[in-house]
């Protein structure tokens, strides 16, 4: 069964609208949870490391301020696109960090679209 | 700069035989290695991976080298199966700041014919 849900899936939306997606692992707790990004035919590349009850760790290039990422809970990790242009649309995809000597489990993703 | 490297972005192969598919990283400080599937409108899936002190691991049809002198690493499907036709993505870790940080390859798209 399914180890990390994410949501929306697909989103289509106008320029300028804020976005959230929803990352929820489902078969334990995660104290850090990682989103990435894929553009196509690029890799997968972080953009931050969502840490539960402290600020995400966001890589270089990736603006803060646009990307809000809130790990609430240790089961729940959110990604606001804060006023969303068409450069922002991509496949966005968040993964759950168990132990240290387990993979990654990766959500299904979420294509977002900016008209 | 890009530090995992797949140059192959595609290949095919017929069923039975045997897929290798290939990966190149640059830093030498990456100590784990993994390799996902992931199939159109889904997540990657982890199939495989490898501790940079071993050379080999093996599970059923999926077989990963790591060859640690000339960076490098690659996997072994055989025989394929049309079922295994799928990007598959290499990936490395590193101890950055305690976080298992995964750097990615642009992937290698396997299709497996009948």
């Known amino acids: 069964g399914a180890v990390v849900s994410q949501h929306p899936s697909w989103v289509i939306c106008k320029s300028g609208t804020s976005v959230k997606i929803e990352c929820r692992s489902l078969?334990?707790?995660?104290?850090?949870m990682f989103w990435y990004r894929q553009f196509p035919k690029q890799s997968l590349m972080l953009m931050a490391t969502?840490?539960?009850?402290?600020?995400?760790?966001?890589e270089q290039g990736v603006e803060k301020d646009k990307f809000l990422i809130n790990h609430a809970s240790l089961t729940l990790s959110t990604l606001t696109v804060t006023s969303a242009h068409p450069e922002d649309s991509s496949f966005y995809i968040c993964?759950?960090?168990?132990?240290?000597?387990?993979?990654?489990?990766f959500g299904d993703g979420t294509r977002l679209s900016i008209l | 700069d890009q530090q995992v490297k797949q140059n192959s972005p595609s290949l095919s192969v017929q069923e039975g035989r045997i897929s290798i598919l290939n990966c190149d990283y640059t830093?030498?400080?990456?100590?784990?290695f993994l390799w996902y599937k992931k199939y159109p409108a889904e997540g990657p899936t982890f199939l495989i991976s490898?501790?940079?002190?071993?050379d080999k691991n093996e599970d059923g049809r999926f077989t990963v080298f790591l060859n640690k002198s000339a960076k490098h690493l690659s996997l072994h499907i055989v025989p394929s199966q049309p079922g295994d036709s799928a990007v598959y993505f290499c990936?490395?870790?590193?101890?950055?700041?305690?976080?298992?940080?995964?750097?990615f390859g642009k992937g290698t798209k396997l299709t497996v014919n009948p």
């Open positions: 993964s759950v960090h168990g132990t240290s000597n387990q993979p990654q489990h």
């Open positions: 078969d334990f707790q995660a104290t850090t």
């Open positions: 969502s840490n539960e009850g402290s600020k995400a760790t966001y």
């Open positions: 830093n030498s400080m990456f100590d784990y």
């Open positions: 490898i501790s940079s002190i071993k």
């Open positions: 990936a490395a870790s590193a101890s950055w700041g305690g976080s298992e940080k995964l750097v």
